[in-house]
Each structure stands twice: as structure tokens, then as C-alpha cells.
């Protein structure tokens, strides 16, 4: 997994962001959380099983549908089933080693 440090790449309001197979993030001091680390690791593991490309347009047809949902920008961020799943499992620091495939449904 290799670790981008890149301020301009990603949004103002995110400190860090997985885009396969890399995570990008806008401080190099953030390679050594590693609960932030298990975070994007995790949305990496969904980004392969959605086979990547897939993935960005669920993200984004999710968003949508939770922005419609919550008619909060934040609000709706947090409740997309990936973000959820990660959220709740990123101090699970083992997490991936037994995560099943596809787990982020149940967080739909």
C-alpha cells in the first residue's frame, strides 16, 4: 500500500483519502496513525472488491441518495455503507485479516 503525501490532491475538508491503490494524504506525520491508516486500508479492501472503477460510482449514487436522505452534506458522508463500515472498524486493527467480502453491505 503506498502512501502518497500530496496537499493538492485531495479536498479541503479531508486530511486523507484512499484512491487504488494508493492513499493520499496532506500530512506525512498521518503515516503514523494507524487507525487512520486501517481507515483508508479498509476503503482500499472495498475499492477491490467493487473491482475499483464500480466502486467511485456506488460511492457517489450512495452519497446522493443520503444527502437527499439527511439534507446534510456531513451527514450523509458519514452513513454511506463504506464509510460506516470503516469508521466502526478502524480501530479494529486486525480487522482485515478476518474481514469477510463484501462487509460493507451489511452497513447499507
Given at each position: 500500500m503506498p502512501i502518497l503525501v500530496n496537499k493538492y490532491l485531495i479536498g479541503r475538508y479531508f486530511v486523507g483519502i484512499a484512491l487504488w491503490p494508493f492513499i493520499v494524504i496532506k500530512d506525512h506525520r498521518l503515516k503514523e496513525d494507524k487507525v487512520f491508516l486501517n481507515h483508508e486500508k479498509i476503503h482500499l479492501r472495498q475499492q477491490a472488491e467493487l473491482l475499483v472503477i464500480p466502486f467511485y460510482f456506488v460511492y457517489l449514487?450512495?452519497?446522493i441518495i443520503r444527502l437527499y436522505q439527511y439534507k446534510n452534506s456531513q451527514e450523509a458522508?458519514?452513513?454511506i455503507s463504506f464509510e460506516r463500515e470503516a469508521y466502526e472498524m478502524?480501530?479494529?486493527l486486525s480487522y482485515l485479516k478476518n474481514r469477510k467480502l463484501w462487509s460493507f453491505m451489511k452497513y447499507l
Open positions: 449514487f450512495e452519497y458522508y458519514r452513513n478502524e480501530d479494529n
